[in-house]
């Protein structure tokens, strides 16, 4: 049973900044001072817009937000404007059904016309609405191949790799002007921004949250979706250098589209930015990010012994600030995480790294109680400290012999056990109930016996198992319940309980073809058959009128001198149930349910015809003769034989399943039959069919006229390593031997990758690597017919070594000649 006492944990650092009500679906009333004398009353304005709102008087709130609108517009209230834009962005969504590409050509326009500081806003709220639309509409998208060559003003006509572009795009665009968005106080924006506590040391300008904003989409997975030739990889240690060193790193790449370039990028310049502040919290706050985005992206080896060297060079640069404190927990934290890796009975390593998260807590906690890293480090030496236990024991034991049980704990000393009695009928409706109120009820139960156990611990906050003897007991169903105080609380304490019977009955059973069970019940101890027993079955089934389970009972059986009986399978449909066994006060109930089917073939060997067709070719032109021939068997389950002399009538089926032919045939002595249509004309051309009721075949009808020539791919020779230039060639002939001269050759290189089988079970997971368009282009054949094409092999930089990926590459051609003939292989 779940420790109730538990703490989930979670970081109580606050320091996002949020626009407000930013597609949300709630709208959020926020004051804003009145203005000086002459000036519009903008919180009397605010009110009313809200009050009409609440009223569902939607329009009439768009009104007053329009006025809004165009009062801060003129007097140059950027807070207000903005807070108009956003509002006004939510009220129209309920007025229009095409409200993304209304509220992005609306922001395209405004950003048009709007100066600092207002633009860099409108760059990321349109870059976000971008986002937005692609995630209402990815499916649409994925599919999709890039539209050229015609005017793209409509959103819905785009691409996924311009609709990703234009995201990226204006997210740039929002911190574009860096220099003065560096000067501009995140106070600027204080009526629109939702703050937290201690926010503004770790948000301090414009620019800081507008960087934030960029950096935290350009983190996420989904958009990295273009994935081009020279992908940008974390690759580079040089990546993870330490903070100053990092601040003057030459960061390039050729891939433009790269989120995690970006990403870097503006990390970097958010560290250059803050490197010489007074105040080292939002400079701690990026680098911390920067290490810890690096961690999780890199590809390279030695990540994690890297990552953890940082932190403590940075914890010692920083001692003396308080935001130190959230260095020490992202120590203590890669500690904990280490030590929930331990495994003891393969090493001993990782055995005390908790322990050690936990001393490293105790010195962020003594410098800086009262930061946020120090409440960090109390929240994750709650959770080390919690006290957690399994309890596991066999279904059933033999009566009055001692018996074992597996106790898994942590952080005890000590565990009280306590055995209760149960009723088997009324277990039966409870036996998957382990909430706590059906433990607090085992719990009411007077005990039969109770006691105390010790239990070994080392201080190293490691979960232990122990097996801990369960002192003899008489005939009967037993709750065993084990918690960490005396009084079974489960308010604070550990708890945990499960049931098992003390009987000398056992069973086994054997489902049989027909779907009937043989059952036989033994003595558990020495395994003799018992005579004499009841089984009483049971079914669950749903009562509608008390909206519960149920418990029904069935047919009741007796074991024979053999210890054994037959339950029959009834009918065609299926059934689920369990069967109590009773030797006088000797009881136990199956523990699991079975599952009945009688198969209807299986008894009655039913006898099914069945007719394989066969056809001279797979594909026809309208108004050519079909041959076909058609064999027909009978089969039961056991046997199968031809059918001769068999009457069949076959029907020539066209594209929209209309009759365009019959014929009726008679099978030879051998089974089989043959016959002839004519493929349709003047109808749909695409896939028919011919059946008989029996069995059926299906092949194509198309207009279409013979290939001229072909196209053969040489094997490519040799050995090649990765990154590599590997050559292949290919001829394109004419079938009356003639070379194809002068065609144009269109040519694409996609990159796979396979694993090793064993990965698997090694490692616990499979990797993978995305199949992935390594180069395309174009080439002409020469005089010869001969063409060739070059390409590098490069690897999945995303893929560590150590994973042994094999890398394959196909290559895709198309050949068309100087009469529009084509050809692909």
């Excluded at 911390?288 to 994690?304: C, E, H, M, P, S």
């Amino acid at each position: 049973m779940k420790n109730p006492s538990t703490n989930h944990f979670s970081n109580f650092k606050q320091k996002s900044i949020q626009v407000l009500i930013l597609f949300s679906f709630i709208l959020i009333s926020l004051g804003v001072n009145a203005s000086q004398k002459g000036n519009p009353d903008y919180k009397k304005l605010w009110k009313k817009a809200d009050s009409l709102v609440e009223k569902g008087l939607t329009k009439s709130a768009l009104e007053v937000v329009n006025q809004i609108y165009k009062f801060s517009k003129d007097d140059k209230s950027p807070a207000v404007f903005v807070k108009s834009v956003i509002y006004k962005i939510k009220l129209e969504q309920n007025l229009t059904e095409e409200f993304y590409s209304v509220t992005i050509k609306s922001l395209n326009e405004e950003v048009k016309t709007s100066s600092m500081p207002v633009k860099p806003v409108i760059h990321t709220l349109l870059a976000e609405m971008y986002w937005r639309y692609y995630m209402t509409n990815r499916n649409r998208f994925k599919n999709r191949t890039e539209t050229v060559s015609f005017k793209q003003e409509d959103i819905a006509t785009w691409d996924l790799k311009k609709i990703i572009n234009k995201t990226i795009e204006h997210f740039l665009k929002s911190i574009e002007s860096a220099d003065s968005l560096k000067k501009i106080p995140i106070n600027t924006y204080d009526d629109i921004i939702t703050i937290g506590d201690n926010s503004r040391k770790f948000r301090p300008t414009l620019y800081d949250f507008l960087a934030h904003r960029l950096i935290d989409f350009f983190m996420n997975d989904e958009p990295d979706i273009i994935r081009p030739s020279y992908k940008f990889e974390v690759n580079d240690p040089n990546f993870i250098l330490p903070l100053n060193n990092f601040a003057n790193y030459n960061l390039q790449s050729k891939d433009s589209f790269s989120l995690k370039f970006h990403a870097l990028k503006t990390m970097q310049d958010l560290i250059k930015f803050h490197l010489n502040d007074a105040d080292p919290t939002a400079l701690i706050d990026i680098e911390l990010q920067r290490l810890g985005y690096i961690r999780t992206k890199a590809v390279f080896d030695n990540k994690d012994s890297l990552y953890l060297d940082n932190l403590i060079n940075l914890e010692k640069k920083f001692i003396n600030s308080p935001a130190s404190a959230d260095i020490t927990y992202e120590i203590a934290n890669y500690y904990f995480v280490l030590g929930s890796k331990y495994n003891p009975l393969a090493t001993d390593e990782n055995k005390w790294m908790k322990k050690k998260a936990f001393d490293k807590c105790k010195e962020a906690i003594a410098a800086y109680p009262n930061s946020d890293g120090g409440r960090n480090c109390s929240y994750l030496q709650d959770r080390i400290l919690s006290k957690s236990m399994t309890f596991n024991v066999e279904n059933a034991n033999l009566p009055n012999q001692p018996f074992r049980a597996l106790l898994s704990y942590t952080n005890m000393k000590e565990v009280f056990v306590r055995v209760v009695p149960i009723d088997p009928d009324n277990f039966k409706r409870k036996r998957y109930d382990y909430s706590e109120d059906n433990f607090k009820t085992y719990v009411k139960v007077k005990p039969i016996k109770e006691w105390t156990v010790k239990l070994e611990d080392d201080g190293d906050y490691q979960n232990h198992k122990v097996e801990i003897n369960i002192p003899d007991l008489p005939i009967g169903l037993y709750a065993i319940l084990v918690g960490s105080e005396k009084s079974f609380s489960t308010e604070k304490e550990a708890v945990a309980y499960s049931t098992t019977w003390i009987t000398n009955l056992s069973f086994i059973s054997r489902k049989k073809e027909n779907g009937n069970y043989d059952i036989t019940v033994l003595n558990r101890d020495n395994g003799l058959p018992v005579k004499n027993v009841s089984a009483q079955t049971y079914s669950e089934k749903y009562n509608y009128v008390l909206r519960e389970y149920r418990f029904e009972r069935g047919d009741k059986f007796t074991t024979d001198q053999n210890g054994s009986f037959e339950i029959p399978a009834k009918g065609d449909d299926y059934s689920y149930f369990y069967i109590d066994f009773a030797n006088g006060k000797d009881r136990i109930q199956s523990d699991y349910n079975f599952y009945q089917y009688r198969y209807y073939n299986d008894y009655n060997h039913e006898k099914v015809i069945t007719t394989n067709f066969f056809l001279d070719r797979a594909i026809y032109r309208p108004g050519q003769t079909i041959f076909f021939k058609g064999i027909v068997l009978q089969s039961d389950s056991i046997s199968t034989e031809i059918k001769a002399n068999y009457k069949s009538n076959v029907v020539l089926y066209d594209v929209n399943y209309q009759k365009v032919g019959e014929v009726s045939l008679t099978t030879n002595e051998y089974g089989s039959f043959n016959g002839s249509f004519v493929a349709p004309t003047g109808v749909l051309n695409g896939q028919m069919q011919i059946t008989d009721g029996h069995g059926n075949i299906y092949f194509s009808v198309e207009e279409y006229k013979r290939p001229k020539f072909e196209v053969t791919v040489k094997p490519v020779k040799g050995i090649y390593k990765l990154n590599e230039k590997i050559t292949v060639k290919g001829t394109a002939k004419a079938y009356a031997g003639s070379n194809i001269d002068n065609a144009e050759v269109k040519y694409r290189v996609v990159r796979t990758a396979t694993f090793p089988y064993w990965w698997y079970w090694w490692s616990g997971y499979s990797p993978s690597s995305p199949q992935l368009e390594i180069t395309n282009g174009t080439a002409t054949t020469d005089e010869n017919g001969d063409f060739s094409i070059d390409f590098v092999a490069i690897p999945d930089m995303s893929i560590s070594k150590k994973q042994q990926p094999t890398f394959n590459y196909l290559v895709y051609f198309d050949v068309t000649d100087l009469n529009g003939e084509s050809h692909s292989v």
